[in-house]
């Protein structure tokens, strides 16, 4: 049996959303521009990991919607995250003074090539500041300029 080299990189947050906020849901939609330096096509069957912030766990992370990945190229890595008021709360006041955050994820992906199948670790940690108040104007902004429209 062939044995299947997978290598993807993840590249940064191309977008990070707020889709609700509530005191018992809060969805975040995020997405990861990602790249795959393989001179061949992917699937993408499942990621399941855990997301970190800050070493305390912020959530759970589990996508089994197949995603094709082109050769060589940059893909786009939707995600949607559920995240408890709590770990909001936990981290609140170092988003309003825009402190940097360690941000790790750990578990694993499964990608396919035809028949074969492998499922890769997933071990990427980064440092990020959220701007939260240019966020909020931003997200205001565009709110009233749908409106006047």
């Known amino acids: 049996m062939g044995k299947l080299l997978v290598y993807l990189r993840q590249q940064g947050v191309q977008s990070f959303k ?28 499942k990621i399941d990991c855990d997301i970190f912030v800050n070493d305390q766990k912020l959530t759970h992370y589990l996508m089994e919607s197949p995603i094709n990945i082109p050769s060589s190229a940059n893909f786009i890595l939707p995600a949607k995250l559920q995240i408890g008021l709590n770990s909001i709360l936990n981290h609140s006041v170092d988003l309003m003074f825009n402190k940097p955050f360690k941000i790790v994820v750990v578990g694993n992906a499964t990608v396919s090539k035809g028949f074969f199948t492998k499922t890769v670790p997933i071990n990427y940690t980064t440092t990020r500041t959220f701007n939260l108040k ?8 565009k709110t009233v300029q749908g409106q006047l429209k």
Do not use: H, M, T, W
């Not at 990602?34 to 061949?40: I, R, V």
């Not at 240019?134 to 902004?141: G, N, P």
């Open 18 to 45: 707020i889709e609700k906020l509530s005191l018992k849901e809060n969805i975040f939609n995020a997405q990861l521009n990602c790249y795959n330096p393989n001179g061949f096509d992917l699937e993408l069957k």
């Open 134 to 141: 240019e966020s909020v104007v931003r997200d205001l902004l």
